[in-house]
């Protein structure tokens, strides 16, 4: 069984960038479909970014054009490269694995996915 551990959360200005990393131990990534969630304040959560084991990818409208997705195997780690950030990216992000097919993969459904890590938060301000 794969266990995720999230890093790279942190606080950041409007404008600038973060990398959230994705450790995975237990069992090797390359079968899974990987992603990332969000979940601000009072808001249900929400996928923001998926890569399937093909390596192919999908984003949130919001997200797109100013987050990339990515898997390095050899590292058994994913990340999430975000950048021009506003303050309605503020939230705990949350990495999650599972094995589907691609259209599960970037329908990013949380209920679809079985593995979860624990959190970082990332902070925003105007």
């Known amino acids: 069984q794969v266990q995720l551990v999230e890093s790279g959360g942190g606080s950041v200005r409007a404008g600038g960038s973060l990398r959230l990393s994705c450790a995975a131990s237990g069992d090797t990534i390359g079968t899974y479909c990987m992603a990332w969630f969000r979940q601000a304040p009072g808001k249900q959560l929400a996928g923001v970014a998926s890569i399937g084991s093909d390596r192919t990818t999908s984003y949130a409208d919001s997200v797109k054009g100013r987050f990339t997705i990515s898997r390095d195997n050899a590292k058994n780690t994913v990340y999430l490269q975000m950048n021009s950030v506003k303050p309605e990216d503020t939230a705990m992000y949350y990495c999650?694995?599972?094995?589907?097919?691609?259209?599960?993969?970037?329908?990013?459904?949380?209920?679809?996915?079985?593995?979860w890590g624990q959190g970082t938060q990332v902070t925003v301000s105007s």
């Open positions: 999650a694995a599972a094995r589907l097919a691609s259209w599960s993969c970037h329908g990013r459904v949380a209920s679809h996915y079985s593995i």
